[in-house]
């Protein structure tokens, strides 16, 4: 779940991070209060969650507050990436003397967070990594214990920051990972975090990511910043399919059949189980297959909500043949998804051996299941052959035609 700018820097201020003074408006008028407020020059900033806000025009200075009121009312028109936005953050100029990148985030592969901290900030972390190794710290931390100020210490140092600088550095970061933790986050990053001329610190500009399941615990900071539990966020509009998605999910409270993502693609996708969504899709993608969506359905859905989620997948244009793939299920019934996706595929007039290119769904209830998938004459798999082995067979069915 992304938060804007002025949401994530909430988040920071009640850590103790240093943030610029400025506030929030959703006019012209009340940009132009703000500016007065915080006297000199100011920068206002577009509140989109798609990146792109300075090329766009989201990016403005202003020198005084008649200034600012002018800048907001253009930046309150422009659209960026398909998204007006919300609102205009306002706040000081700073005098910036040097640029740094301070991250934290999830490393899957090695399941626990990793720092990441450069001496060159204001740029995107992955150009340093690739062009300035050299300028990029990186290090795991864990999960469970407490992280020092010596630990922070190490990771800053190892660029050869020393003195004054290693000092002010060393609880911003200790803060930074402390928010990290806090809220449930997947990314906290301020780039750039700027040195000013007299030695101190401040964040610029920061992004902040929560996990989608957090946001029942994180109730209640949520209410706080006044976002409703069913927002969705993310970096464009839902399409009219993925709103579809969304219905889906919530025709009942059994299992889950949400994160449903529109690609182009004609092979439509019903996937799920474990993480096994996304080592199909990649696995549909390595055999030169187009996906026609992304989903994640399991948790022992009902008939009724696998039914829903494949006529959804059936009637999205240009959608030729439909994959049933899932990891290995204990609490997901595979009778129950053959029978929620034959009757979609048959009460939309497809033939299910024609239309469903591969079934393979091993698990719980699997012989039932298999028994109404050779009734209808379905290719289906068990667990011998593998999700990756799936993928190639099903794409196969249309590279073929």
Request: net charge negative; with cysteine.
């Amino acid at each position: 779940m992304r938060f804007y700018e002025y949401e994530a820097k909430t988040l920071l201020g009640k850590q103790g991070l240093p943030l610029p003074p400025g506030g929030v408006a959703e006019t012209a008028s009340d940009a132009e209060r703000i500016a007065s407020e915080i006297g000199g020059s100011v920068v206002l900033k577009s509140q989109v969650l798609s990146g792109g806000r300075m090329k766009a025009g989201g990016v403005k200075f202003a020198d005084t507050a008649g200034e600012a009121k002018s800048a907001a009312d253009e930046i309150l028109k422009i659209e960026i990436n398909g998204q007006l936005p919300r609102s205009v953050l306002v706040e000081g100029k700073a005098t910036v003397a040097k640029e740094y990148y301070l991250g934290v985030t999830y490393d899957a592969v090695v399941k626990s967070p990793v720092i990441l901290f450069s001496d060159m900030g204001g740029i995107d972390i992955e150009e340093v990594a690739d062009e300035h190794p050299e300028h990029l710290a990186k290090a795991h931390i864990s999960n469970i214990n407490p992280f020092s100020d010596y630990k922070a210490k190490e990771i800053i140092s190892s660029l050869g920051i020393t003195g004054s600088q290693l000092t002010r550095l060393t609880p911003i970061l200790v803060r930074l990972v402390s928010v990290f933790r806090e809220y449930d986050l997947t990314l906290a990053e301020i780039n750039p975090l700027a040195q000013l001329e007299n030695g101190t610190f401040i964040s610029l500009d920061c992004h902040v990511d929560m996990e989608e399941e957090a946001r029942v615990r994180q109730g209640g900071i949520l209410g706080e910043l006044n976002i409703p539990s069913n927002e969705v966020r993310q970096g464009r509009p839902p399409t009219d399919f993925e709103i579809g998605g969304m219905e889906v999910d919530a025709v009942d409270a059994r299992g889950v059949a949400g994160r449903v993502v529109e690609f182009d693609g004609n092979l439509g996708l019903v996937i799920g189980a474990g993480g096994g969504s996304l080592t199909l899709f990649d696995a549909v993608r390595k055999y030169g297959g187009q996906a026609a969506d992304y989903c994640e359905i399991g948790g022992n859905p009902s008939v009724l909500k696998a039914y829903e989620l494949t006529k959804l997948i059936l009637n999205k244009p240009g959608v030729e043949k439909i994959a049933v793939m899932m990891n290995v299920v204990s609490n997901t019934r595979v009778d129950i998804m053959a029978r929620g996706v034959i009757k979609a595929v048959v009460e939309e007039g497809y033939d299910p051996a024609d239309k469903i290119a591969i079934f393979r769904i091993p698990g719980s209830w699997e012989s039932e299941g298999f028994k109404i998938l050779r009734k209808y004459g379905v290719d289906f798999v068990d667990r011998t052959v593998s999700m990756d082995e799936a993928a190639r067979r099903a794409v196969s069915k249309l590279v073929g035609e």
